[in-house]
Each structure stands twice: as C-alpha cells, then as structure tokens.
T-cell receptor, first 119, second 114 residues
Framework: AQTVTQSQPEMSVQEAETVTLSCTYD???????LFWYKQPPSRQMILVIR??????QNATENRFSVNFQKAAKSFSLKISDSQLGDAAMYFC????????????????FGSGTQLTVLP | DTAVSQTPKYLVTQMGNDKSIKCEQN?????MYWYKQDSKKFLKIMFS???????INETVPNRFSPKSPDKAHLNLHINSLELGDSAVYFC?????????????FGQGTRLTVV
C-alpha cells in the first residue's frame, strides 16, 4: 500500500516571501499522480497543483510550483510571493494509475501542513 | 453551478440515531468517493464507487453504507450513530481516465454526535 508523509505539521512564512512544503511518499509503482490540495478555514478542498509521474518537467501554476524527485520519492510544493489568502492546511496526495485494481482510484493523503502567513 | 454538492453542511444528532448525507456531482465523472476527516484533520478513504464496483475500506464499520441511485449521486447512510463518528465527511468525484483525473470535493458535512 502507498503511504504519504508530510513531516512539517506547521509552517509559517512572511507575506511576499517564499515557502516550501515537504512531502515524501512510498510506492512500488512506476506511474502515478501526485497532488497538492489546499484546505482553508472554509473547509473546502481545493486542488492547487498536480504532477504526472511520467513527466520529468515540474508542474507550475502561477505562484505555485513543485519539485518532483521521482527517485527520491519526494514532491515538495513551493509557494512564491506568499499572500494572506494562502494561509490554509496543505495536503499532499497520491493516486495510482492502475485503474484495473480495485482501490486504485482513491487518493491517499498525507497528514497535512498548516501554513500561516504573517503580515 | 456547484460541481460537487453535499447536504447538509452541518448535522447535529444524538447517539443511536440513523442519518444520511447526500452527494451529487454534475461533472459527468464515473467515480465517486466518501472520505472522513477526523479531529486531527487526517483524511481517509471510506468508499469508492463507480457503476461497476464498490470498494469498501476494511476499517469502515458496517453501520456505514453508501447508496447510489444513479451515476451522479452517492449518498452516505449511517446507522446507530456513535460519539466517535463525529467528524467531517467529504464527498468527491473523479474520472478514471482522461486529461483531468484529479478529484473534486464537496464542501464537507460536519457531523456532531451528542
């Protein structure tokens, strides 16, 4: 079974600065998807960014980018020019591409990192 | 127009009651899910379901049962509610194949059992 580990329960960053959230995972599969979801106080789960394991290029979405190290099984999220609205719980998640296997469709989440943005 | 909607948003009920949470998605996705988020914010899969197969997480008590009247709906029914069932329950949907494979979530239902 796959596991996802986020070793930073809490992080803080000054507004306009850059912060990196860490995520490692364990899998025996060669192809999969990785995601970062954001959960603000409103409770809504919002997709921030996704990465396909077969792609060597790191995904970017505006101020959000990832550092995907497949061999190291590492998937960190970098937030540049942090804004007050970035304050939230951030979850790293894994999904298999092996659709033929029953449980493959689900997301396996890390324990989350609570990000505080300081004005 | 909300992509994944679940109702109610808040639910307070007494121990021993039976309750249901409804979920609907208008994205045309073929797979729907229920996740449980506990007090420490940890998210865990409870069920995944598409028109072919229901996958149940083995740790989920059989008091919990998903009911799918059609492809766009997956309701969660809970019998004999216990204090430990208090949590936030999220419905989600995704597409097995294609360009967009990420899961879309409802706004969550905070269940409080007293």
């Amino acid at each position: 079974a796959q596991t996802v580990t986020q070793s930073q329960p809490e992080m803080s960053v000054q507004e306009a600065e850059t912060v990196t959230l860490s995520c490692t995972y364990d899998t025996s599969e060669s192809d999969y998807y990785l995601f970062w979801y954001k959960q603000p106080p409103s409770r809504q789960m919002i997709l921030v960014i996704r990465q396909e394991a077969y792609k060597q290029q790191n995904a970017t979405e505006n101020r959000f980018s990832v550092n995907f190290q497949k061999a190291a099984k590492s998937f960190s999220l970098k937030i540049s020019d942090s804004q007050l609205g970035d304050a939230a719980m951030y979850f790293c998640a894994y999904r298999s591409t092996l659709i033929a296997r029953g449980s493959a469709r689900q997301l396996t989440f890390g324990s989350g990192t609570q990000l505080t943005v300081l004005p | 127009d909300t992509a994944v909607s679940q109702t109610p948003k808040y639910l307070v009920t007494q121990m021993g009651n039976d309750k249901s949470i409804k979920c609907e998605q208008n994205l045309g996705h073929d797979t729907m899910y229920w996740y449980k988020q506990d007090s420490k914010k940890f998210l865990k899969i409870m069920f995944s379901y598409n028109n072919k197969e229901l996958i149940i997480n083995e740790t989920v008590p059989n008091r919990f049962s998903p009911k799918s009247p059609d492809k766009a709906h997956l309701n969660l029914h809970i019998n004999s509610l216990e204090l430990g069932d208090s949590a936030v329950y999220f419905c989600a949907s995704s597409q097995d194949r294609g360009v967009v494979v990420e899961a879309f979530f409802g706004q969550g239902t905070r269940l409080t059992v007293v």
